[in-house]
């Protein structure tokens, strides 16, 4: 029998909420004003049922190996039907729980727009062949959880848009330039500038201000540079300190030619 879904209206917002999506933490999102004040931030991370899920691939991965041993042969149709079902099951568990938490955090703030990033063509580039962090790229369910965070907000009447993913995460927010990744915790960074931040928080900063400088200079949400005067100048890819900037010139038009 048919159901009619009646769709709330929502009012437009000088906020939008910025999520990164990762691997170490499942998502990281920050309410990102159009001033480029950043007003709240939350981290939402289902380790346990992360660790359940990986610990069933990784049970997958050594009992492969050992019938493969044994046999000689390539694995058999069916093989850990099992396992491959409960992982799947808890993977996407893990997508309705960090779409359900996304969707609750922008409600909560009142913003009409989530935002993010466009992964449609990852490459993992973290972790060796075998290990756990390899798998977590292969179980990396973002994706699902966009299509389930568009499909939970649509329903109360919000938007989603997806900014180029470039350089979000390689930059520092505060447009000290390049950041660099602590090696025993990989989700820590150290800013040019000394500063020691979260990368996530950064990246999910840079991800709003994106979204926010593309509606204010009327451009497309793929835009990675600044627009610079001089095409000497060397390019600098959008981050929350572009968007402070451009506010700047935007109420003091005199300042424009200075960047």
Same mark, same amino acid.
């Given at each position: 029998?048919?159901?009619?879904?009646?769709?709330?209206?929502?009012?437009?917002?000088?906020?939008?909420?910025?999520?990164?999506?990762?691997?170490?933490?499942?998502?990281?999102?920050?309410?990102? &004003?159009?001033?480029?004040?950043?007003?709240?931030?939350?981290?939402?991370?289902?380790?346990?049922?992360?660790?359940?899920?990986?610990?069933?691939?990784?049970?997958?991965?050594?009992?492969?190996?050992?019938?493969?041993?044994?046999?000689?042969?390539?694995? &058999?149709r069916g093989f850990c039907k099992g396992l491959y079902?409960?992982?799947?099951?808890?993977?996407?568990?893990?997508?309705?729980?960090?779409?359900?938490?996304?969707?609750?955090?922008?409600?909560?703030?009142?913003?009409?727009?989530?935002?993010?990033?466009?992964?449609?063509?990852?490459?993992?580039?973290?972790?060796?062949?075998?290990?756990?962090?390899?798998?977590?790229?292969?179980?990396?369910?973002?994706?699902?959880?966009?299509?389930?965070?568009?499909?939970?907000?649509?329903?109360? &009447?919000?938007?989603?848009?997806?900014?180029?993913?470039?350089?979000?995460?390689?930059?520092?927010?505060?447009?000290?330039?390049?950041?660099?990744?602590?090696?025993?915790?990989?989700?820590?960074?150290?800013?040019?500038?000394?500063?020691?931040?979260?990368?996530?928080?950064?990246?999910?900063?840079?991800?709003?201000?994106?979204?926010?400088?593309?509606?204010?200079?009327?451009?497309?949400?793929s835009k990675v540079w600044e627009d610079r005067n001089?095409?000497?100048?060397?390019?600098?890819?959008?981050?929350?300190?572009?968007?402070?900037?451009?506010?700047?010139?935007?109420?003091?038009?005199?300042?424009?030619?200075?960047?």
């Amino acid at each position: 029998m048919p159901v009619k879904v009646v769709i709330n209206s929502i009012a437009k917002s000088d906020c939008v909420c910025a999520v990164d999506l990762g691997i170490n933490n499942a998502a990281t999102a920050s309410i990102v &004003g159009k001033d480029g004040t950043v007003k709240a931030r939350k981290f939402i991370n289902p380790a346990r049922d992360i660790d359940r899920r990986d610990r069933r691939r990784m049970r997958i991965k050594k009992k492969s190996r050992q019938t493969m041993k044994l046999t000689g042969q390539k694995l &058999g149709r069916g093989f850990c039907k099992g396992l491959y079902r409960k992982s799947s099951n808890i993977n996407e568990s893990i997508a309705q729980q960090v779409s359900t938490q996304i969707v609750k955090f922008a409600k909560e703030h009142g913003v009409k727009t989530i935002v993010f990033e466009d992964l449609s063509n990852p490459k993992a580039k973290a972790g060796k062949k075998g290990t756990v962090m390899k798998q977590r790229f292969h179980q990396w369910c973002k994706d699902r959880t966009v299509d389930l965070a568009v499909m939970k907000f649509s329903e109360l &009447g919000g938007t989603v848009e997806k900014v180029n993913a470039k350089y979000t995460s390689a930059y520092a927010f505060d447009g000290s330039g390049k950041l660099k990744r602590d090696k025993k915790n990989f989700t820590q960074a150290t800013f040019q500038n000394g500063k020691q931040y979260n990368c996530d928080l950064s990246a999910s900063y840079n991800i709003g201000a994106r979204y926010w400088y593309a509606v204010l200079t009327n451009s497309k949400f793929s835009k990675v540079w600044e627009d610079r005067n001089s095409s000497h100048s060397q390019r600098t890819p959008v981050t929350l300190s572009s968007l402070w900037s451009l506010v700047t010139c935007v109420k003091n038009p005199q300042l424009e030619s200075l960047i």
